[in-house]
């Protein structure tokens, strides 16, 4: 699998967007862009995921860029409850989730 | 739907012991797999099935056996407990295996080798 880069953490205040990078310079065509999120004790948690167009969910966007080789996961109003480990991960048919460091965000109050 | 269940949540063995951590899921999944997460880190990847009957080994499989007689169930045995074993498993599923497809994870089992 390709590799990701994300930032080791983050810091939000709560009700403020947050957008939480990723970088993926050497992503193939065929690669989707997954992003998951771990709440402390918790099993991971799909938030979104992409292959070449911008997505929007219930919980979160997910930006693009046009060449692919970033994106951005975006969350419009953060809550402490949001507060996660956050994982880009990219994956491709047949291929496993293959998981890096994340980015801890961390909300303030 | 109850989505992926695992049980125990905790286990405390010796080493040396074997165990079977269990785990089920009630969406007719495919797709089942086992990761393991040591603490500070990212998942890794230990077995995985694509149906019934089928399984496959991933990234850190020794130490680790796996069967798929059904759909549903998807069970870890561990033959003899190491300590380098100690950490927290997580067992996923998902419909199937495209790039697209969604991984559903159950709540995990933190178990500890001594």
């Known amino acids: 699998d390709a590799k990701t880069t994300q930032p080791n953490s983050m810091e939000s205040n709560e009700e403020e967007p947050v957008h939480l990078p990723c970088n993926h310079s050497?992503?193939?065509?065929?690669?989707?862009i997954h992003w998951y999120r771990q709440l402390p004790s918790q099993g991971p948690e799909y938030v979104i995921h992409?292959?070449?167009s911008n997505v929007n969910n219930r919980m979160a966007s997910l930006a693009i860029a046009e060449d692919r080789k970033s994106s951005t996961l975006i969350l419009h109003r953060a809550t402490l409850r949001d507060a996660a480990v956050y994982y880009c991960?990219?994956?491709?048919?047949?291929?496993?989730?293959?998981f890096g460091g994340g980015t801890r965000l961390m909300v303030k109050p | 739907n109850a989505g992926v269940t695992q049980t125990p949540k905790f286990q405390v063995l010796k080493t040396g012991q074997s165990m079977t951590l269990q785990c089920a899921q009630d969406?007719?999944?495919?797709?089942m797999s086992w990761y393991r997460q040591d603490p500070g880190m990212g998942l890794r990847l230990i077995h995985y099935s694509v149906g019934a009957g089928i399984t496959d080994q991933g990234e850190v499989p020794n130490g680790y056996n796996v069967s798929r007689s059904t759909t549903e169930d998807f069970p870890l045995r561990l033959l003899s407990a190491a300590p380098s074993q100690t950490s927290v498993y997580f067992c996923a599923s998902s419909y199937g295996t495209s790039g697209g497809s969604v991984q559903f994870f159950g709540p995990g089992t933190r178990l500890t080798v001594l």
């Open positions: 969406m007719n999944h495919e797709y």
């Open positions: 050497t992503i193939s065509g065929t690669d989707y």
């Open positions: 991960i990219l994956i491709e048919a047949g291929n496993m989730l293959t």
């Open positions: 992409g292959l070449t």
